[in-house]
């Protein structure tokens, strides 16, 4: 039905501006010229509106906007914050009252304080910074380039918030800081806006892109906030965790196109139980806020306690809760990229999942089901602008509150009373013969902010539980811990060169999510079956890396007996271990692997993370290596190009078939066929090495009729499941492949797969261990696991074939297990 009386006010409104020259109608509200009035308008430097259909600004577009902000406006600065992976600068546009922008460094020298309350000697010190500072607001856009609507919008929230002179929009600017990012990957924003515009008026219009949006992660980019591999993931940490400290971070991101039009926290169970309630009781009333606003504004579709959860750590809106801070996500349905899209009502979801019911249905979390319809990105953009408003006008009206909240997690953290039951520090020993990873765990803690101390002299400890582990009851599958405690009474030399990192610090949650295993309660379905997590359910960042940080209960030394030294940056520890200082041309990390191989990484038509993530860990090593397409392998004779072939994970039939015919440019279709199977036959055949990692081991196996079998094959998640977790593997260090390593590692497991076979000729290098598999996360179905192969090695022909069950190196992060992948390289060359 429609309103008459708002159309009235609107059609006077509209009058009101057609008549009147913006200058005279700010005169006519602010009582004087305005000052801001010469602001150029999105439209106005683009020559359409952010949000038009079939409209994109690219990076260069919205940067050159954000420049001319920045000169005209004296509430805007734009600061430039390093170089992107694929060298594109990464912006902020710092938005505030020109007094306070005249005085950012004073305002950012109160969060340095706040975050930290043993900076701050007195009450009186404390009161007087929360009086005086402003909430540090952080709103981020299109982390995931194919959802790009955010990074048009930012343009016009920051014109908006530039030139506006209502009293609303004056408290925003005089309370608050807001650190508006345009996007976080710039490159995804120049791939996504060259691709639409190739792809307008033709029949692939609204297409997502057929490679990764980032170069190395793709839609993992939004997975590494906590090991930040990423250029862009450490340009931002250092903004965010050693700068400003925001109290709030708003990401920005679309979901699918026929569920709710917009989700906003409160989130979905389980909670992490790291995260102090505090954070999500705020998390729950800036969504609420933000979704009653929504609501008052007409807009239908708006889902809360649903989907989306705050298990998993390491994204951009999950970090911040480990330093102390509110982090909000939003999720608006999407278009088809600047394309309107129609969505009927039977394309309208369905199905119940993870506290929807279904999309069409009234419930107390989506109590206005949108009715179906044409949905434009100027929707999208619409709502994401009225959420960034009622999560600015919050954090101005209640500004102390934030600030004092902000403070006090952080005195909790520092002041919580150790239970004896609970660990005083981690402890990374020295001489672990991994000082890569050592390194690289040490330089990812000091680089979010966490505090980590060298021990100069050895320390007396007693160690705390070690194992967490996991027994089923046969019935029901509920699950139950218990803990194996080692002995911790005895007190133990630490040598000197260890490093140690306290719990009693303002990160303390941070630390305990990092270095605990993680403990995923088992959410079953009504039918029995698992209910997945959102994300991966385990990723204790010391097995990941291969290290074994051990709980300390106890230092004999009082505090002045130890000799500690605070490490100031990430390059003391590489300067401890006498590595270089960081990987760059000047100073590269080794090529582990000394002997020269001709390397191919299999590169499909399907954009694939984990080809991504592969590339990466190559170029991190610094190991030489070629993309393969589809086109050189249906080309064949390919051992007179290499000696290895290497396909990352990818289902079988992707590798062979590829995108289908029609769906896109033919270009971009079709895998590498029956020939370019046959073609890998011959290459192992004469000499080559096959190596698969996890889904395309699938190929190997079925095509070359490989006497193995994946055991977990076709089993329902009621029978098992294990959803991105750290399981042990049991090694045979006797194999060259594994003889640099220990005969138990911990390993990344995520719905991977599991061999058996009766073929003698099969050479097993590691199996999943026979007790105690779990090491971190949530594992259903132990026993299908236990002892299956999990990494194994064929000779066919003059070639052989070497099978990962599991990922080696799984986004990046399971620095523990690449030396398998070297390993298996190296041992080709006879
Ligand atoms: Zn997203």
Same mark, same amino acid.
């Not at 509106?49 to 420049?67: C, E, K, L, M, V």
């Not at 609507?149 to 600017?173: K, N």
């Given at each position: 039905?429609?309103?008459?009386?708002?159309?009235?006010?609107?059609?006077?409104?509209?009058?009101?501006?057609?008549?009147?020259?913006?200058?005279?109608?700010?005169?006519?509200?602010?009582?004087?010229?305005?000052?801001?009035?010469?602001?150029?308008?999105?439209?106005?430097?683009?020559?359409?509106?952010?949000?038009?259909?079939?409209?994109?600004?690219?990076?260069?577009?919205?940067?050159?906007?954000?420049?001319?902000?920045?000169?005209?406006?004296?509430?805007?600065?734009?600061?430039?914050?390093?170089?992107?992976?694929?060298?594109?600068?990464?912006?902020?546009?710092?938005?505030?009252?020109?007094?306070?922008?005249?005085?950012?460094?004073?305002?950012?020298?109160?969060?340095?304080?706040?975050?930290?309350?043993?900076?701050?000697?007195?009450?009186?010190?404390?009161?007087?910074?929360?009086?005086?500072?402003?909430?540090?607001?952080?709103?981020?856009?299109?982390?995931?380039?194919?959802?790009?609507?955010?990074?048009?919008?930012?343009?016009?929230?920051?014109?908006?918030?530039?030139?506006?002179?209502? +009293?609303?929009?004056?408290?925003?600017?005089?309370?608050?800081?807001?650190?508006?990012?345009?996007?976080?990957?710039?490159?995804?924003?120049?791939?996504?806006?060259?691709?639409?515009?190739?792809?307008?008026?033709?029949?692939?219009?609204?297409?997502?892109?057929?490679?990764?949006?980032?170069?190395?992660?793709?839609?993992?980019?939004?997975?590494?906030?906590?090991?930040?591999?990423?250029?862009?993931?450490?340009?931002?940490?250092?903004?965010?965790?050693?700068?400003?400290?925001?109290?709030?971070?708003?990401?920005?991101?679309?979901?699918?196109?026929?569920?709710?039009?917009?989700?906003?926290?409160?989130?979905?169970?389980?909670?992490?139980?790291?995260?102090?309630?505090?954070?999500?009781?705020?998390?729950?009333?800036?969504?609420?806020?933000?979704?009653?606003?929504?609501?008052?504004?007409?807009?239908?579709?708006?889902?809360?306690?649903?989907?989306?959860?705050?298990?998993?750590?390491?994204?951009?809106?999950?970090?911040?809760?480990?330093?102390?801070?509110?982090?909000?996500?939003?999720?608006?349905?999407?278009?088809?990229?600047?394309? +309107?899209?129609?969505?009927?009502?039977?394309?309208?979801?369905?199905?119940?999942?993870?506290?929807?019911?279904?999309?069409?249905?009234?419930?107390?979390?989506?109590?206005?089901?949108?009715?179906?319809?044409?949905?434009?990105?100027?929707?999208?953009?619409?709502?994401?602008?009225?959420?960034?408003?009622?999560?600015?006008?919050?954090?101005?009206?209640?500004?102390?509150?934030?600030?004092?909240?902000?403070?006090?997690?952080?005195?909790?953290?520092?002041?919580?009373?150790?239970?004896?039951?609970?660990?005083?520090?981690?402890?990374?020993?020295?001489?672990?013969?991994?000082?890569?990873?050592?390194?690289?765990?040490?330089?990812?803690?000091?680089?979010?902010?966490?505090?980590?101390?060298?021990?100069?002299?050895?320390?007396?400890? %007693?160690?705390?539980?070690?194992?967490?582990?996991?027994?089923?009851?046969?019935?029901?599958?509920?699950?139950?811990?218990?803990?194996?405690?080692?002995?911790?009474?005895?007190?133990?030399?630490?040598?000197?060169?260890?490093?140690?990192?306290?719990?009693?610090?303002?990160?303390?949650?941070?630390?305990?999510?990092?270095?605990?295993?993680?403990?995923?309660?088992?959410?079953?379905?009504?039918?029995?079956?698992?209910?997945?997590?959102?994300?991966?359910?385990?990723?204790?960042?010391?097995?990941?890396?291969?290290?074994?940080?051990?709980?300390?209960?106890?230092?004999?030394?009082?505090?002045?007996?130890?000799?500690?030294?605070?490490?100031?940056?990430?390059?003391?520890?590489?300067?401890?271990?006498?590595?270089?200082?960081?990987? %760059?041309?000047?100073?590269?990390?080794?090529?582990?692997?000394?002997?020269?191989?001709?390397?191919?990484?299999?590169?499909?038509?399907?954009?694939?993370?984990?080809?991504?993530?592969?590339?990466?860990?190559?170029?991190?090593?610094?190991?030489?290596?070629? %993309?393969?397409?589809?086109?050189?392998?249906?080309?064949?004779?390919?051992?007179?190009?290499?000696?290895?072939?290497?396909?990352?994970?990818?289902?079988?039939?992707?590798?062979?078939?590829?995108?289908?015919?029609?769906?896109?440019?033919?270009?971009?279709?079709?895998?590498?066929?029956?020939?370019?199977?046959?073609?890998?036959?011959?290459?192992?055949?004469?000499?080559?090495?096959?190596?698969?990692?996890?889904?395309?081991?699938?190929?190997?196996?079925?095509?070359?009729?490989? +006497?193995?079998?994946?055991?977990?094959?076709?089993?329902?998640?009621?029978?098992?499941?294990?959803?991105?977790?750290?399981?042990?593997?049991?090694?045979?260090?006797?194999?060259?492949?594994?003889?640099?390593?220990?005969?138990?590692?911990?390993?990344?497991?995520?719905?991977?797969?599991?061999?058996?076979?009766?073929?003698?000729?099969?050479?097993?290098?590691?199996?999943?261990?026979?007790?105690?598999?779990?090491?971190?996360?949530?594992?259903?179905?132990?026993?299908?696991?236990?002892?299956?192969?999990?990494?194994?090695?064929?000779?066919?022909?003059?070639?052989?074939?070497?099978?990962?069950?599991?990922?080696?190196?799984?986004?990046?992060?399971?620095?523990?297990?690449?030396?398998?992948?070297?390993?298996?390289?190296? %041992?080709?060359?006879?």
């Amino acid at each position: 039905m429609i309103n008459y009386r708002l159309v009235v006010i609107a059609l006077s409104v509209l009058l009101l501006f057609a008549v009147m020259p913006l200058s005279s109608l700010a005169q006519r509200t602010t009582g004087r010229v305005n000052p801001t009035s010469t602001i150029p308008s999105p439209k106005s430097f683009l020559g359409f509106a952010p949000g038009d259909d079939r409209t994109i600004a690219d990076w260069n577009q919205i940067t050159s906007y954000f420049g001319q902000l920045d000169k005209a406006s004296d509430r805007v600065v734009v600061q430039s914050l390093g170089l992107s992976t694929l060298k594109r600068p990464l912006i902020v546009a710092i938005i505030s009252a020109r007094e306070n922008i005249l005085a950012l460094d004073k305002y950012k020298g109160i969060q340095q304080q706040l975050a930290d309350p043993r900076k701050v000697a007195t009450p009186l010190l404390r009161d007087r910074l929360i009086a005086t500072g402003k909430t540090v607001v952080a709103v981020s856009c299109s982390i995931h380039s194919t959802e790009i609507v955010a990074s048009q919008m930012s343009m016009q929230l920051a014109y908006d918030l530039a030139s506006a002179q209502d +009293p609303d929009t004056r408290e925003i600017l005089q309370n608050t800081i807001l650190l508006l990012i345009p996007s976080p990957n710039p490159d995804g924003v120049d791939i996504v806006a060259n691709w639409y515009r190739k792809s307008l008026g033709t029949p692939y219009e609204g297409r997502e892109p057929p490679e990764l949006y980032h170069n190395y992660a793709g839609h993992d980019d939004n997975r590494d906030w906590f090991m930040l591999n990423l250029k862009e993931t450490q340009i931002i940490t250092r903004l965010f965790w050693q700068d400003w400290f925001p109290e709030i971070v708003y990401d920005v991101h679309q979901q699918g196109s026929n569920g709710s039009r917009f989700f906003i926290p409160p989130f979905y169970d389980p909670p992490n139980p790291n995260i102090n309630p505090l954070l999500l009781r705020q998390v729950g009333l800036i969504g609420h806020k933000v979704a009653a606003d929504l609501q008052s504004s007409g807009f239908q579709g708006v889902l809360t306690d649903a989907l989306y959860d705050t298990w998993w750590h390491g994204g951009f809106r999950t970090a911040p809760y480990f330093h102390n801070s509110i982090g909000i996500l939003s999720e608006a349905a999407s278009a088809r990229l600047m394309t +309107p899209s129609t969505v009927t009502a039977d394309q309208l979801t369905r199905s119940s999942t993870r506290g929807m019911r279904n999309a069409t249905e009234a419930t107390t979390n989506f109590p206005d089901p949108w009715p179906a319809g044409t949905w434009r990105p100027r929707n999208i953009m619409d709502m994401e602008l009225i959420a960034a408003r009622a999560i600015l006008s919050l954090a101005a009206k209640y500004r102390t509150t934030y600030l004092q909240n902000f403070y006090e997690l952080g005195r909790h953290n520092i002041e919580q009373p150790t239970k004896p039951t609970e660990p005083i520090a981690y402890l990374i020993p020295a001489g672990l013969s991994r000082d890569e990873a050592v390194a690289k765990l040490v330089a990812s803690l000091i680089a979010q902010g966490v505090e980590v101390f060298r021990l100069d002299s050895e320390l007396h400890v %007693s160690y705390g539980p070690q194992i967490l582990q996991r027994t089923n009851t046969v019935s029901e599958k509920l699950g139950t811990y218990r803990t194996i405690v080692a002995n911790t009474t005895a007190m133990q030399e630490v040598p000197a060169g260890s490093y140690l990192v306290f719990l009693s610090q303002p990160q303390r949650t941070n630390v305990l999510a990092l270095f605990e295993p993680q403990n995923y309660p088992n959410r079953l379905t009504g039918t029995g079956e698992a209910e997945r997590p959102y994300d991966v359910a385990g990723w204790t960042l010391p097995l990941q890396l291969g290290v074994e940080a051990p709980a300390i209960m106890s230092i004999r030394e009082t505090p002045t007996e130890r000799k500690l030294t605070l490490l100031k940056n990430e390059n003391e520890v590489r300067t401890d271990l006498a590595l270089p200082l960081r990987n %760059s041309e000047a100073s590269p990390i080794r090529n582990p692997i000394k002997a020269s191989v001709r390397i191919g990484i299999y590169k499909g038509s399907i954009g694939n993370m984990d080809e991504g993530w592969t590339r990466y860990v190559f170029d991190t090593f610094n190991v030489p290596y070629s %993309s393969i397409k589809d086109g050189d392998i249906k080309q064949g004779n390919l051992a007179s190009k290499f000696d290895v072939i290497l396909l990352p994970s990818q289902r079988s039939r992707e590798i062979i078939e590829g995108n289908a015919a029609g769906s896109l440019p033919a270009e971009y279709t079709g895998g590498i066929g029956e020939g370019g199977v046959s073609n890998l036959k011959d290459f192992v055949n004469s000499g080559g090495t096959l190596i698969c990692f996890d889904g395309s081991c699938e190929l190997a196996i079925k095509q070359f009729n490989l +006497p193995i079998k994946n055991v977990l094959e076709g089993l329902r998640s009621s029978d098992f499941y294990c959803p991105g977790s750290i399981v042990s593997l049991e090694l045979d260090n006797k194999n060259p492949i594994a003889t640099t390593l220990p005969t138990n590692i911990p390993a990344y497991f995520i719905n991977s797969s599991a061999f058996a076979t009766t073929d003698a000729n099969v050479r097993v290098i590691a199996r999943y261990a026979k007790d105690n598999v779990l090491r971190s996360g949530w594992l259903l179905g132990e026993d299908t696991l236990r002892g299956q192969i999990a990494l194994a090695e064929l000779s066919q022909g003059k070639g052989r074939i070497v099978l990962f069950a599991f990922r080696p190196q799984h986004r990046g992060q399971t620095w523990g297990t690449l030396p398998l992948i070297w390993n298996a390289i190296a %041992s080709s060359v006879r």
